[in-house]
């Protein structure tokens, strides 16, 4: 149930960002949502993409170095106390976050987290054990 | 264990060698002393003449040939032979004013060629091997040096010259090369690209590279053999003494073989001028013995290296000289710190146990030198975490500082961003106004 993310290095200045994904689109892979960390000097982005095989490929032919990690993502409900319920889970399981970034759905009154563990599959099994829907690759 | 015939002065006993060496030595500063009205006021000067070469040690009292005497004299003001008899002409780059230009007879090709035969086959290249030559042709020695070099061997040349990366790799795999000859920075830029591509080196019938034209380290070459699934060797040599082909790696790869009964080597203290004994380290300083175009006698290479006078297990009697690790001249002074790039390149390579490709900027900020050290992302060391980053930014930076006792920055940089030569890497780029 784990979800590959891409990440790559991008060096903190103007049009950066708009490269990568302009190789994605133009190979008609899909962004089903990314997440900017940056500092001073560099940024770091992730993506998950329909095709992260191919994403890769693209990615890694275009010149960049990519790194694939594994998270997971979890459906929470678009209300408040959605997140509460789910981060009271995992602080009953001990695993740490690493980091996580959030979107939400056009539909449904959903919304979705990513987040990166240091343990993702006892988080996987915590958040299980609690009911929380824990998405794979085919339903993001 | 078979030998080119080719090798056989390698071997030659030590006393039967300096017999020659002496011989040769006479002939050569007679030669200089009638031909080269430099060489001669220079000699007159200090109440010389080449009668005075009694024993090689009598090689110290000469004076010494510089890279500037070189330019004064530029095009043809050191050559010993009329251009009727000079075959061939080659020059240097001249990114640093005026271009060398070094002349060569038909017997200089041929000794040219030998040596280049005596340096392959020391790396264990023999007939049947596919060489791919991969520096450039042209002005510069390194092509037209290591082509005469394989053909002489026996072996095939693929005369492809620097350049087209794509194709190089192409021809590397249709045409099964078993070696190539580049510079180690070109070579890296091969591996990396034929990653890139999906070609796995390791598959490939390549097993030598025979890598010159640049210092490179032993660290280096752990990431050259492990990349290329190769053994990498060193060769040396400069224009002004013959073009490559000086000195090289045998299959010990522990220091290079100085093929000593053409190139006499003397290392000497960079400072004062004063011969040093072997084993020491200073500037490496050549006397050609054969050459008849443009004789060098006491040539200052300004490269530091030291004399191995150790006999060593491949069987060579020609005494070895250490890698290079450093030239004199590319000493940085950095806010007073005496800073030589390869120091910087040890401190990183202990950070991140695998050399990245970097490059050292210097700029002047409000009237004091800044150091910006920009280290390219490799795959092995890049983190879906920021945290991880500027710990190995951190790391990099202390190792530096450390090594250096100076606060430098660091700034990772993305991979291929940092230009890459196909001829020797820019690791400098000095931007303060002098």
Redesign the interface.
């Known amino acids: 149930m784990k979800i590959h993310q891409l990440s790559l290095f991008l060096e903190n200045s103007p049009g950066k960002a708009l490269e990568p994904c302009r190789v994605l689109s133009c190979a008609g892979v899909n962004i089903r949502t990314l997440n900017l960390a940056d500092t001073q000097q560099f940024g770091i982005l992730r993506l998950i993409v329909d095709d992260w095989e191919r994403g890769r490929q693209l990615l890694q032919a275009a010149g960049y170095v990519v790194n694939v990690t594994e998270v997971v993502a979890v459906e929470v409900d678009d209300q408040p106390g959605g997140l509460v319920r789910l981060l009271e889970c995992l602080d009953s399981s001990g695993v740490n976050i690493e980091y996580m970034y959030a979107f939400t759905f056009g539909r449904g009154g959903r919304a979705v987290l990513i987040f990166r563990f240091d343990s993702p599959d006892v988080a996987i099994e915590c958040l299980r054990g609690s009911d929380i829907n824990v998405l794979g690759a085919p339903e993001l | 264990m078979s030998y080119h015939s080719a090798s056989a002065p390698d071997y030659l006993p030590l006393p039967r060698m300096r017999e020659l060496q002496l011989a040769r030595l006479r002939a050569i500063a007679a030669r200089a002393y009638e031909r080269v009205a430099l060489f001669r006021e220079r000699m007159d000067e200090r109440s010389l003449d080449p009668e005075c070469l009694r024993d090689i040690a009598d090689l110290a009292r000469l004076p010494f040939t510089t890279k500037s005497d070189l330019r004064d004299t530029y095009p043809f003001g050191l050559f010993a032979s009329p251009m009727a008899e000079v075959v061939r002409l080659h020059a240097s780059s001249g990114t640093t004013g005026k271009p060398i230009v070094v002349a060569y007879t038909r017997e200089d090709l041929a000794v040219w060629t030998e040596v280049m035969v005596r340096a392959l086959a020391a790396c264990g290249l023999t007939r049947g091997d596919i060489v791919q030559n991969a520096y450039g042709y042209g002005l510069f020695t390194g092509g037209l040096g290591a082509h005469y070099g394989v053909e002489g061997l026996g072996a095939t040349v693929i005369p492809i010259s620097g350049g087209n990366t794509d194709r190089q790799i192409t021809v590397m795999r249709d045409f099964r090369v078993t070696a190539i000859c580049c510079t180690p920075s070109y070579f890296l830029h091969l591996a990396e690209r034929a990653g890139?591509l999906g070609i796995d080196m390791h598959t490939l019938p390549l097993r030598a590279g025979i890598f010159g034209a640049e210092p490179w380290t032993d660290s280096m070459r752990r990431r050259l053999e492990s990349e290329g699934g190769i053994r990498a060797y060193d060769i040396y040599g400069l224009s002004e003494i013959i073009g490559p082909g000086v000195a090289v790696e045998c299959g010990c790869q522990d220091g290079l073989h100085i093929f000593e009964d053409h190139f006499y080597p003397e290392v000497v203290d960079p400072e004062t001028g004063e011969v040093l004994p072997d084993g020491e380290e200073g500037e490496l300083v050549l006397t050609t013995l054969s050459k008849q175009a443009m004789p060098m006698i006491r040539y200052r290479t300004r490269d530091i290296t030291r004399l191995m006078t150790e006999p060593c297990p491949c069987g060579r009697t020609l005494r070895r000289m250490s890698r290079i690790s450093r030239r004199s001249d590319d000493m940085l002074i950095i806010r007073g710190v005496n800073v030589f790039p390869s120091q910087i390149e040890h401190a990183l390579l202990q950070a991140e146990g695998t050399l990245p490709h970097y490059q050292i900027i210097l700029t002047r900020q409000k009237g004091l030198d800044a150091v910006e050290v920009q280290v390219e992302?490799?795959?092995q060391v890049?983190?879906?975490?920021?945290r991880t980053?500027?710990g190995l930014?951190q790391r990099l930076s202390d190792a530096i500082d450390r090594t250096l006792g100076l606060r430098v920055s660091v700034?990772?940089?993305?991979?291929?961003?940092i230009a890459r030569s196909e001829g020797k890497a820019k690791r400098v780029i000095d931007r303060r106004e002098s």
């Open positions: 890139e992302v490799t795959p890049f983190s879906d975490e920021v980053l500027e930014q700034r990772l940089v993305a991979p291929r961003t």
